[in-house]
Every structure is written in structure tokens, then in C-alpha cells.
């Protein structure tokens, strides 16, 4: 087993209908059960930064975190023109 690591998480099937998340990084044993694994920190998918796993992530084989999904970039970039907005009403010309 490797020494202190993150874990990498991917869901995966366990006989015919139990799921759980396995950790991918080489040499790793660890398995959670899928209502086990809210609050750990795991290695995003995309970017490989750690972040907390968390009931979002249940829905995903190989979880992302908030920057790299793509719902979430959308709803940022959203509350961010909203921002914008009140904040040109509140300025008087």
C-alpha cells in the first residue's frame, strides 16, 4: 500500500448491485460505502486537486470538484453577471 496519500475515488460495482468507491491510486485497498464516502477529501478527476466529497458527488463514477464541473461553472458564472448587475443599478450617472 502507498504511504500517506489522497484518495482518487471511483465508484464501481461490487457483485451484482452493491456500489461503492474504490480508490484507484496504485497499490490502495480502501473501499467506502457510498453513504460513507460524504466528507472525505478525494483527488478530483480532472484537475487532481483534493477536495471534499460530498452528496453532489454520489451521482458521479469519477467524482469532480465544484471548478471543474461543468453545472457548477455555469451557476459561478451566472451568480457572478448577477453580481454584476445589481452592482451597475446601484451606480447612479
Known sequence: MPK?????????????DYEVYR???TGCTTYYA????????TQCWS???PFEFS????????????DCSGKQKETRESRAADSLLERLRGIKL
Open 4 to 16: 500517506s496519500h489522497i484518495h482518487k475515488l471511483k465508484r464501481v460495482t461490487l457483485g451484482t
Open 47 to 49: 484537475c487532481l486537486k
Open 34 to 41: 457510498t453513504t460513507m464516502s460524504v466528507g472525505l477529501i
Open 55 to 66: 452528496g453532489r458527488n454520489l451521482r458521479q463514477v469519477k467524482p469532480k470538484c465544484l
Open 23 to 25: 480508490c484507484m491510486v
